[in-house]
């Protein structure tokens, strides 16, 4: 016997009816009940089967994984500049390695073209962005004075132009920052303020170094780094230019406009050699203006603490907390002791405060003035920093301040001095 499929439902129908668990034969098709107008309209077959019913995290698993997961572009298919290459590679060339150099004093091997450099002196870090070494960075023009009665490097900072675009919209948020070399760390950090959106910057801001003498004008660099600042990253490195402060003359209000460049290899002339090791580790604990002048009216001696520079950092946050103490020896009691307020979180501390000791002429020709920086520590013992010694044992400039303060009486005599080990007590509590 044939077993044949019933027919499908016609077109015009809107309800399908589901063809029954068992067929039937052909025959029954055209049976004259079927046609019959009196047949009930109701098939007299099994129900239909109920559609299959699925739980809700099958349905949800279906819905959510319609196929492979296909990637996700990043975020650096966006910002071409992030790449450590370029997006269309150029013709391969020669890699130049850099010599060896010492860069924030710290010493390490150059880094090939494309690799990213970080600058660790500030409180933030700077990329050196992988371009060709050929692409323009722009130029910074600037300022600059020394003035030796005062002990003073005015450094002005007039305006850079054309510089490199740095951010997506084609412009950058550029800032200076300067150091002195050898030796540049935050002691000597200065920088101006940031500039929003815009390659043409003119800042006309004046930035002074204290404690510069003649004799560091005949060693020390100028290093003006234009950087471009970014909030959600590290600020990146545009270029420098680098200044001897030897061709300064006193005096001379000097005008430069310089083309930046990349970082260049450090000479010969910004690495100290070893027999003047010893005298960089000392000026390594900054300097300290102190003034003397000796009233013959009033028989006193006052003492004025007027300011530090390029002090060393003794907390972990690379600053110092300083203050002063100063004393007269042969010890004179409670009244032979003084000190300054605390300056929070500075290396160039300015106090202006003066201090009078009640003694006369004869008895001071005697006495030693002894002056010393300390970082304070809250519920911990204070870091010494460096100390210096003024009177008729010392030598040198220390010396000649001593005489020209007994020498001029009346007159207030003002002097730089360097900051040593020699000032440190045996021991020292904690006030």
Not at 324 to 353: A, C, H, R, W
Request: charged letters at 25%; glycine letters at 6%; proline letters at 8%.
């Amino acid at each position: 016997m044939s077993v044949s499929k019933p027919p499908p439902p016609p077109s015009t129908s809107h309800l399908a009816i589901p063809p029954s668990s068992t067929s039937a034969p052909s025959s029954s098709a055209t049976s004259p009940s079927a046609t019959s107008p009196s047949a009930t309209p109701h098939p007299t077959g099994p129900p239909p089967p109920s559609p299959v019913k699925i739980s809700m995290q099958e349905h949800f698993a279906i819905n959510v994984c319609p196929g492979p997961i296909l990637p996700i572009p990043q975020i650096s298919d966006f910002f071409p500049r992030f790449h450590d290459y370029p997006c269309t590679p150029p013709p391969p060339r020669e890699k130049k390695i850099l010599k060896e150099e010492t860069f924030n004093g710290e010493t390490g091997v150059g880094y090939k073209d494309g690799e990213r450099r970080l600058d660790n002196d500030g409180d933030r870090e700077e990329a050196v962005d992988s371009d060709d070494e050929d692409t323009y960075l722009g130029t910074l023009e600037f300022t600059l004075l020394f003035d030796q009665e005062n002990n003073c490097l005015h450094c002005t900072i007039n305006k850079a132009k054309g510089l490199k675009a740095m951010d997506s919209n084609g412009l950058a948020d550029p800032y200076v920052k300067l150091h002195l070399l050898p030796g540049a760390s935050k002691a000597n950090k200065l920088r101006t303020k940031t500039l929003k959106n815009t390659l043409n910057p003119v800042w006309n801001e004046t930035l002074m170094y204290h404690g510069i003498t003649a004799a560091d004008m005949t060693t020390k660099t100028l290093r003006l780094c234009v950087c471009d600042m970014d909030r959600l990253g590290r600020n990146e490195f545009i270029g420098e230019v680098r200044v001897a402060l030897k061709k300064l003359k006193e005096g001379e209000n000097k005008r430069y406009n310089m083309g930046l460049e990349r970082i260049a290899q450090n000479k010969d002339a910004n690495n100290p050699t070893v027999e003047q090791g010893a005298v960089v580790a000392e000026e390594e604990r900054g300097r300290i203006l102190v003034s003397l002048c000796y009233n013959t009216e009033k028989g006193c001696l006052l003492v004025g603490i007027i300011r530090c520079a390029h002090l060393a950092a003794m907390d972990s946050n690379g600053y110092s907390d300083p203050f002063v103490k100063i004393m007269l020896q042969p010890d004179m009691g409670k009244k032979s002791k003084y000190k300054t307020t605390v300056k929070k979180k500075t290396l160039n501390p300015e106090f202006n405060e003066e201090f009078s000791y009640e003694v006369t002429l004869d008895q001071l020709a005697k006495k030693t003035l002894e002056i010393s920086v300390w970082d304070y520590d809250l519920g911990m013992s204070n870091d010494f920093i460096g100390g210096v010694e003024l009177g008729i044992n010392a030598s040198g400039q220390r010396l000649r301040h001593w005489f020209d303060c007994l020498k001029n009486k009346g007159k207030k005599v003002e002097y730089w001095h360097t900051l040593t080990q020699q000032g440190a007590p045996s021991g020292d509590k904690p006030d």
